[in-house]
């Protein structure tokens, strides 16, 4: 936590100090802004103030751990409380060293539940950013507030105690059950999976793995969740055919310990945990070079990757990698698919190509077309690298269609900036699309030609960027 000034303590009486500890640190008597986060997935830039009458502000974005070893395209995040705010007097906050070169809205929130995007008219991205030369890259935020404590992030906070409450929301329910693989390094906080099925129904079944928030702060997929997983264990013909065809195995946060310390991508010790699933050919298990993390997902015989990948009787056939991605707004939410139809790839690589893009396809079907088209090629290049992707490969090949999904920031295909609820509607298309998996025709079909379910034109530039 950073205060906007150093408080002194000399003469303060024991009220004063109470007022500065339930404020956070800041100091009420001088009726100044105090900028602070000390509260889970808080962080604070670096706090400069512009003008002699604090109505500027300069608020520097910060590296994962303040380790500047890291890429500048790692900075992403913030989130942060506001103190004594001149209400109803215009504010100018100029968030420097952004990690992006697109326009965005931030958001604001004065109850830390209710968040509003700020108005577009009131937000400038300044011309000239170049992420290689950060401090070029700034996004002026010019707002007046009618709370004196306002809280500012970058997009939806969504932390350990939000996925506790949505968890006890649906623990009624007979076909949920969520356990432990285990303890994150640096917190010792739990990482849950979710498991979902109708334990009634004995019908052969297959096996969905999904995971999310490896990148810490990439909130969307938060949300995604919360969708598809109300709609597997809802009482109507959608959600019963789920739970009787499928069991979902979901690990809705991969990276805790980087959401409490309010990092963007990496855990606390700075690691990228996305492409360091570390494993030699031959092993389903990772190495013990690999994260802690990766190797509590990967799990053993009995939980985790390793257990459904060699179960028989409800083989595993789809696994989601759920990420955020900064874009342009207006991206829609669009997958990774892998390899191509040409015939430089073998029988199977072709044959996983056609599986995701069928599956790209059933989604933006389901969700009114607001998904990317697909790339005219997906390549192999995830095979030079240790994606989760690149693990199902080397074990599964074309049985398991394992692909990354990534939602974006902005208005993401719809005609206002994306909501919770556009992204939770995201999540029961993923249900509706996992639901089509065994129709007749899936797998089949020839996307190539059949592009009239998206309504978003072709941007190709969105896949010439490694995964975010
Ligand atoms: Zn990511």
């Known amino acids: 936590m950073i205060m ?15 007022f500065l500890i339930t404020l956070g640190g800041c100091s009420v008597s001088e009726n100044e802004i105090c900028f602070s986060a000390d509260f889970e997935s808080g962080n604070l830039p670096v706090i400069k103030q512009l003008d002699k009458t604090g109505s500027a502000w300069e608020l520097a974005l910060r590296d994962d751990n303040n380790n500047t070893s890291l890429p500048n395209n790692f900075r992403t995040w913030w989130y ?19 990690g992006f070169p697109y326009y965005f809205v931030p958001v604001y929130s004065y109850d830390q539940k209710n968040w509003h995007y700020f108005d577009e008219n009131d937000v400038e991205l300044m011309s000239g950013c170049n992420v290689r030369e950060p401090d070029t890259c700034r996004l002026v935020v010019r707002a007046r507030f009618t709370e004196s404590t306002v809280w500012i992030a ?16 649906v623990s009624e329910s007979p076909y949920l059950q969520v356990t432990t693989l285990g303890q994150s390094p640096h917190f010792q906080r739990p990482i849950q999976l979710i498991t979902i099925t109708d334990p009634a129904t004995h019908l052969p079944k297959q096996t969905i793995w999904i995971h999310a928030r490896t990148h810490s702060a990439e909130v969307g997929p938060s949300f995604v969740l919360e969708g598809l997983i109300h709609a597997v264990l809802a009482e109507d013909a959608l959600g019963r055919a789920l739970r009787q065809q499928f069991i979902f195995n979901i690990v809705p946060m991969h990276n805790p310990d980087g959401v409490i310390l309010g990092n963007y991508r990496t855990n606390a010790s700075s690691v990228n945990l996305e492409n360091s699933w570390l494993f030699n050919f031959g092993s389903p298990y990772l190495s013990s070079a690999a994260p802690l993390e990766n190797r509590i997902l990967n799990g053993n015989e009995t939980a985790g990757m390793v257990s459904i990948m060699k179960d028989r009787q409800a083989p595993v056939v789809l696994a989601l990698n759920l990420h955020s991605s900064n874009s342009d707004p207006d991206t829609a939410a669009f997958f990774f698919p892998h390899f191509g139809s040409d015939a430089k790839y073998s029988a199977s690589e072709q044959n996983l190509w056609r599986q995701q893009l069928a599956f790209i396809k059933s ?41 990354t999904l990534e939602t974006t920031y902005g208005r993401a295909g719809f005609d206002h900036w994306i909501t919770q609820d556009d992204l939770r509607s995201l999540g029961v298309a993923l249900a509706k699309s996992i639901n089509d998996l065994n129709l007749p025709h899936s797998g089949n079909l020839n996307v190539a030609n059949e592009l009239s379910v998206f309504r978003l034109p072709f ?5 010439q960027r490694p995964p975010e």
């Open 4 to 18: 906007s000034r150093r408080i002194t303590l000399s003469a303060c009486s024991v009220l004063i100090l109470i």
């Open 80 to 98: 942060l409380r506001a103190d004594n705010v001149p209400v109803q007097k215009k504010l100018s906050l100029e968030f420097s060293r952004l």
């Open 154 to 169: 970058r997009s939806f906070p969504y932390t350990t105690r939000d996925l506790a409450a949505f968890l006890s929301s």
């Open 363 to 403: 989604v933006a079907s389901h969700f009114d077309g607001r998904v990317e088209q697909p790339p005219l090629e997906g390549g192999s290049l995830f095979l030079t690298s240790y994606y989760p992707e690149s693990w199902w490969w080397a074990n599964k090949e074309d049985a398991v269609n394992a692909i």
């Open 459 to 463: 941007k190709p530039e969105i896949y």
